[in-house]
């Protein structure tokens, strides 16, 4: 069946530093959203890419859907604490109309 | 707006009894899903209802857990008899069809099995 990988699946930074998660479909996805959840928290829907090669900013934020609909990436400028939580990548599988939700990257930043 | 929300926010339940949890989904939201999450197996869709219909219940481990939703404002997850492998977090999410605000998760109700 689909499998939506993340990578890395921990990630600690100094605060101000960047930080990447990476999203990787083994098929081609009809749309992909970001959630974040913070610890101990509930996953929050950050935003929706629908478009070959989409990019869109969110503040800090930048959020990029592959060419081929099979990946994506989720890059933070200069983190500051309140960034802390897991990264969630779902993509959507128009074969089984279900989203599926990636692995997670868990972000820790260092004061 | 409330939210998603779910009852109850924690439950502890011995092996073999009986567990419900409960979902309010948002209002005028077409689309209700169960997930669990657990450290090991991280964010699993159980099933999910479109107006108020089970479309898909390939992620329902068992014949223990069933999913009802008799009306568009409520929605239960059973669990009969509950195992100690079936502590996790269970999140109630609602949406609409067009998911461009993607999903609304409710704060989710940890369970433990004893």
């Known amino acids: 069946g689909q499998q939506v990988m993340q990578i890395p699946q921990y990630q600690h930074v100094q605060e101000g530093e960047d930080f990447t998660t990476y999203c990787n479909s083994s098929?081609?996805?009809?749309?992909i959203q970001w959630y974040k959840q913070r610890p101990g928290g509930h996953p929050v829907f950050l935003i929706q890419?629908?478009?070959?090669?989409e990019v869109k900013k969110q503040k800090r934020l930048t959020f990029q859907f592959g060419e081929a609909k099979k990946n994506s990436s989720l890059h933070i400028t200069a983190t500051q604490t309140t960034d802390v939580g897991t990264y969630f990548c779902?993509?959507?599988?128009?074969?089984?109309?279900?989203?599926?939700f990636g692995t997670g990257t868990r972000l820790k930043v260092l004061a | 707006d409330a939210g998603v929300i779910q009852s109850p926010r924690h439950e502890v339940t011995e092996m073999g009894q009986e567990v419900t949890l409960r979902c309010k989904p948002i209002?005028?939201?077409?689309?209700l899903f169960w997930y669990r999450q657990t450290m090991m197996r991280g964010l699993e869709l159980l099933i999910y209802?479109?107006?108020?219909?089970?479309?898909?219940d390939s992620g329902m481990p068992e014949d223990r857990f069933s999913a009802k939703m008799p009306n568009a404002s409520f929605s239960t997850l059973k669990i009969q008899p509950s195992e100690p492998r079936d502590s996790a977090v269970y999140f109630c999410?609602?949406?609409?069809?067009?998911?461009?605000?993607?999903?609304?998760f409710g704060s989710g109700t940890r369970l433990t099995v004893v």
């Open positions: 209802f479109n107006n108020n219909v089970p479309i898909d």
């Open positions: 209002s005028g939201h077409d689309y």
């Open positions: 779902a993509g959507f599988d128009s074969g089984t109309y279900k989203y599926i």
């Open positions: 999410a609602s949406g609409n069809y067009r998911q461009e605000y993607g999903y609304t």
């Open positions: 890419l629908v478009k070959s090669g």
């Open positions: 098929t081609t996805l009809s749309n």
